[in-house]
């Protein structure tokens, strides 16, 4: 993103921002997500809130797995190319709105510190997840076990990678 940003003319970059957003959040929708909130080039999405979702995992896997599909898409035709990553884990969060003057809905939670640690350990054009989040979804996904990752605050992490085919 920095390299992207720095490349682009302002408007250049809000525009694309503006595609990409709105893509995914057209792709969110579809698999009955939620977009919780961007910064910069960071998208953050939960599945299974307000409302439990059964599939919550396999919802927002589905999901990732779209986006990776339609960036690459996009990226055949597209005069600036993008890449992501995408970083999934499942566990218990709070959501609350926050602030007095300009309120914000956030989640909160070592589930969401857990997923931004399972993207920042992932690869451009792929979808890293947790080990909790393998096990609900390993019956729909092949998936690539990596070696275990060490991660800051965590120690050392299995992840798995979302085969491409998928």
Partial sequence: FTETSARLAPQTLIAELNDLFTEFDAIIERHHCERIKTIGD???????????????????????????????????????????????HTGAVVGAVVGVK??????????????????SNSSPMRVNLSEATAALVREE???????????????AMRMYFVEAGD
């Fill in 141 to 155: 996904f092949t998936l690539e076990e990596r070696p275990p990752v060490e991660v800051k605050g965590k120690g």
């Fill in 102 to 119: 300009k309120f914000i809905y956030d989640v909160f939670g070592d589930t969401i510190n857990t997923a931004s640690r399972m993207e």
């Fill in 42 to 88: 960071a998208y953050l999405a939960v599945c299974g809130m307000p409302h439990p979702d059964p599939e919550h995992a396999l919802n927002i896997t589905r999901a990732a797995v779209e986006m990776v599909r339609w960036l690459e898409a996009r990226n055949d035709r597209a005069r600036h190319p993008w890449r992501m990553r995408a970083g999934i």
